[in-house]
């Protein structure tokens, strides 16, 4: 299995005027790290609005923001010091967004667990050059390795 398999989803999608647009929603699992811990955060029925050009994207994506996957992400990222810098309180946050929570009715409670949420994103163009391919593009083409290379220059 490879790394970050867990976060690949498929979803059909147009784009029309160098937007891209997707027309069927899925669920968005993106990766979240701190220090010393690492979680995910998950949007439901997260729609994408990327405008694209050679060079880079940026755009939205909408969705219903998990708000057990989302809070605990935020209170690990940041933790209650930095959190209070802005005068927020983590615990009067949770209460809030439970309260406004607008979508996915627990089928015990028939509570929502997920609020009406969007992400700024915005990316840059890059290309990736798998290490067998630089190895060839480094020996010319020839087929000797890098590390080839390197030992043939001391390093």
Known sequence: ????????????????????????????????????????????????????????????????LDIESGYRAMIKRYGSHQISYGRLSAPSLYKVLRRLADAYPDPETGENTAISSALKVKGVR????????????????????????LAEHGQ
Do not use: C
Request: proline residues 5%; hydrophobic residues 40%.
């Open 1 to 64: 299995l490879m790394w970050g398999q867990a976060f690949v989803r498929k979803s059909k999608a147009k784009i029309v005027n160098g937007v891209l647009i997707t027309t069927q929603p899925a669920d968005f699992v993106w990766p979240n790290e701190n220090h010393t811990d690492a979680s995910t955060e998950v949007m439901r029925d997260a729609r994408f609005e990327l405008k694209l050009t050679p060079e880079k994207m940026d755009g939205v994506i909408g969705g219903y």
């Open 126 to 149: 890059v290309h990736l050059v798998h290490p067998d391919q630089k190895a060839k593009n480094v020996a010319g083409g020839d087929g000797v390795s890098h590390s080839d290379q």
